[in-house]
């Protein structure tokens, strides 16, 4: 029974590392680096872009509330204007300016979870569209698994895939973008059509007889 289990064993051991399994293991299996997809991809530019833009949203309204504090409490420095000022008027202020302290300390707080937020939707969008195009090259190749890097130890460079990947995300990006703007222009000349009257409209028209 040992020398049937130990025969058994070489037998699985020399069919793992003959040639034929070796082919077969590049044939159903590729590699995508997702980090190179999202910094080289065009629709991971325009992601990166979205990104920086609400980040930029964020700390402008944060600087301009630290802006308002600053000039406001010069203000209450500052004898001469307090005393120019009414009672009511001096209240309003004060209300202004504990107003603001409380805006400031909640664009603060939400600062990282509005980033984060961002953060996660953008790589939601890329991961179903590395997806997508890893599906496509996958198919078109006779692949049976498309793996992320960061989830292998070691691979060998051949079964990389990535600039493929990029390229059909390229390719999908292009598609969306000229849908987009065929949808824009549908829109507005949907609109134009609606707050205008007609061409057939405008010949029908009577110029009323003025005598």
Avoid: W
């Amino acid at each position: 029974m040992k020398k049937m289990t130990t025969g058994i064993l070489c037998s699985l051991l020399a069919f793992a590392i003959s040639p034929a399994f070796a082919k077969v293991d590049k044939d159903l299996f590729a590699i995508v680096n997702f980090a190179d997809c999202m910094t080289n991809s065009k629709y991971g530019k325009q992601e990166q872009t979205n990104f920086e833009n609400v980040r930029k949203q964020v700390v402008s309204m944060i600087e301009d509330t630290e802006k308002d504090l600053k000039e406001l409490s010069q203000k209450f420095e500052d004898p001469e204007y307090l005393d120019s000022l009414s009672p009511k008027a001096e209240e309003e202020l004060k209300i202004k300016y504990q107003s603001l302290n409380e805006d400031l300390a909640r664009y603060q707080n939400q600062y990282y979870q509005v980033l984060q937020h961002a953060q996660m939707q953008s790589v939601q969008k890329l991961n179903a569209t590395v997806g997508q195009a890893a599906e496509k090259i996958a198919k078109d190749k006779g692949l049976s698994y498309v793996v992320n890097k960061e989830f292998c130890f070691y691979y060998k460079p051949e079964l990389e895939i990535t600039n493929s990947v990029i390229t059909e995300m390229d390719k999908i990006f292009e598609v969306e973008q000229k849908e987009a703007k065929e949808l824009s222009v549908n829109s507005a000349s949907e609109e134009f059509s609606e707050n205008n009257a007609s061409e057939e409209d405008f010949l029908d028209f009577e110029v009323p007889n003025v005598k």
